[in-house]
């Protein structure tokens, strides 16, 4: 057999094997889409239009989305402002601690949702020091909606952090230094240089984050059970009325949020899209 004829054996005898690795790999990932989606399908197909459209006129209902919307965005703009500049620094700049400042940022996601709503009370309750210092500015955490928003934003922040630390640890350092040869000051490369260049990353942390915070249930009741976000208000259905009282304030709950997502994504994806490479 000749060279050529060895080698192009050797290609089908390749090609073959990713063949069948991509097989595989698609077969076991199919498991985890399915069980994924069917649980979704299944709540949404066990509710009729009629069913779905009465509990989507219903106040409590239609108050307790909006209020979960409204508190996410709000909890999702404060990391904005606060979590971009520490994602930059914990990506671009070296200092002593920085370990140790990623570890707590990163602490929310694998300690209890309760937990967490407990220890913002230890902080924030009424009888403890920002609890009160806050209360003497009219601002209540505990049955109120700042406490919501506390709630979402302590266990939500560090998806949009540590997207925009990403995003800020593969710009290439040469664009930097480039702006600041050109005589531009550490604060223009950061407004005009850096901070454009991760703009996707920002909008997809936020994203992330706001759609983290739409969920979450834990912390927040135990802050504010009044007045209800929408998860809270689809337990209480279903710890007083029953399966069948639940189902439908979760089906709407979760069919607007998968609207909202999917047009944020899209907004994204375009935005992506029209970025020259």
Do not use: C
Not at 156 to 161: D, R, T, V
Request: aromatic share 10%.
């Amino acid at each position: 057999m000749s060279l050529t004829s060895k080698n192009g054996v050797v290609g089908v005898s390749l090609l073959s094997r990713e063949k069948l690795l991509t097989g595989i790999f698609a077969g076991v990932g199919a498991l985890i889409v399915i069980f994924l989606v069917i649980p979704l399908a299944k709540l949404v197909a066990a509710n009729t239009p009629q069913v779905l459209l009465e509990t989507a006129r219903e106040k409590e209902v239609m108050q307790s989305i909006g209020l979960t919307f409204r508190a996410a965005l709000y909890a999702t703009l404060i990391a904005t402002l606060t979590g971009v500049p520490l994602a930059y620094l914990l990506a671009r700049r070296h200092f002593p601690g920085k370990s140790v400042i990623s570890a707590f940022v990163d602490l929310p996601m694998i300690i209890p949702h309760t937990a967490a709503g407990v220890a913002l009370l230890f902080v924030f309750g009424k009888r403890f020091f920002a609890g009160r210092f806050f209360s003497s500015l009219g601002i209540h955490f505990v049955g109120d909606v700042p406490g919501i928003v506390i709630a979402m934003l302590f266990v939500s922040a560090p998806f949009l952090i540590n997207q925009v630390r990403e995003g800020f640890s593969l710009l290439d350092p040469n664009l930097e230094k480039a702006a600041r040869i050109l005589g531009a000051s550490p604060w223009q490369v950061f407004w005009k240089v850096s901070l454009p260049l991760v703009k996707r990353h920002i909008a997809s942390g936020m994203l992330m984050m706001w759609a983290r915070g739409i969920s979450e249930f834990g912390a927040v009741v135990v802050l504010a059970y009044h007045p209800m976000t929408a998860p809270v208000l689809v337990y209480e259905r279903f710890e007083s009325y029953g399966l069948a009282y639940a189902r439908p304030v979760a089906t709407v709950l979760i069919l607007l949020t998968l609207v909202v997502f999917i047009g944020m994504r899209i907004i994204v994806w375009r935005e992506k899209k029209n970025v020259p490479h």
